[in-house]
């Protein structure tokens, strides 16, 4: 029984289809900065929609700033703010997307997304990266 030869041309195109995805593997997935913080920010708008702040926080902006993507909470009761620090912390980290969010891939591996922690006066008390939970 005769072996047969691959077809040259399907050979070739399978050839170019694996180097062109081994190519854009190694790309990142965003070529602009700002335009993974736009992407970004307009994601974490939905985001906070579908999931809510816990205790009665409310989202005061969501903005990039400094190459991040800060997330204003404000904590209206003053019962908030008095928390110890690391409860307050831990409670921000929990506002944070979870990992396999899409909003991780529109983001550069050094650009971050920052929750910080409002009083009702808009002075702030506690902040947490969400890169460094994840």
Not at 94 to 110: A, F, G, Y
Not at 122 to 133: D, H, L, P, T, Y
Request: overall charge positive.
């Amino acid at each position: 029984m005769r072996r047969r030869k691959p077809q040259p041309l399907l050979f070739l195109g399978f050839v170019i289809i694996m180097g062109a995805l081994m190519y854009a593997k190694d790309l990142p997935t965003v070529p602009d900065s700002s335009v993974g913080l736009r992407a970004a920010v307009g994601r974490l708008k939905v985001y906070y929609q579908e999931y809510p702040p816990q205790n009665n926080w409310q989202i005061a902006e969501i903005a990039s700033r400094d190459g991040e993507v800060w997330v204003d909470v404000i904590a209206h009761d003053a019962k908030t703010a008095a928390h110890p620090r690391a409860k307050m912390v831990e409670a921000l980290g929990n506002q944070c997307p979870v990992k396999d969010d899409i909003v991780w891939k529109v983001l550069l591996k050094n650009q971050d997304i920052e929750i910080r922690a409002l009083s009702a006066d808009g002075k702030a008390f506690a902040a947490v990266s969400c890169r460094a939970r994840n």
